[in-house]
């Protein structure tokens, strides 16, 4: 059974940080990329940061360049992102995607909540 679980969400002040993580089980993790995406209210979900199979590469959206960073653990079948410099626009529901090939698995969210 696949499974994708986020934590980490939360309520923080702006200018503050989290770290969000996602814990994969009933697939082969080191096989698939893995991506992050967040979806605010009334606004479509969108991609947020993505990694590699063997996180040799990876991509962010342009509106968390520098403040986000993606990572994953093959040996733990983890992933994360490290969020700084949080602000109020980075609230949302962030969610954990793998795909592989025709393959796409979702998470089912967690709660970002940016304010002060």
């Known amino acids: 059974q696949v499974q994708l679980v986020e934590s980490g969400g939360g309520l923080v002040q702006p200018g503050g940080s989290l770290r969000l993580s996602c814990a994969a089980s009933?697939?082969?993790?080191?096989?698939?990329?893995m991506s992050w995406y967040r979806q605010a209210p009334g606004k479509e979900r969108e991609l947020v940061a993505a990694?590699?199979?063997?996180?040799?590469?990876?991509n962010y959206a342009d509106s968390v360049k520098g403040r986000f960073t993606i990572s994953r653990d093959n040996a733990k079948n983890t992933l994360y992102l490290q969020m700084n410099s949080l602000k109020a626009e980075d609230t949302a529901v962030y969610y954990c995607?793998?795909?592989?090939?025709?393959?796409?698995?979702w998470g089912q969210g967690t709660q970002v909540t940016v304010s002060s």
């Open positions: 009933g697939f082969t993790f080191s096989s698939y990329a």
């Open positions: 990694i590699t199979s063997a996180g040799g590469s990876t």
């Open positions: 995607n793998a795909y592989y090939a025709s393959l796409v698995y």
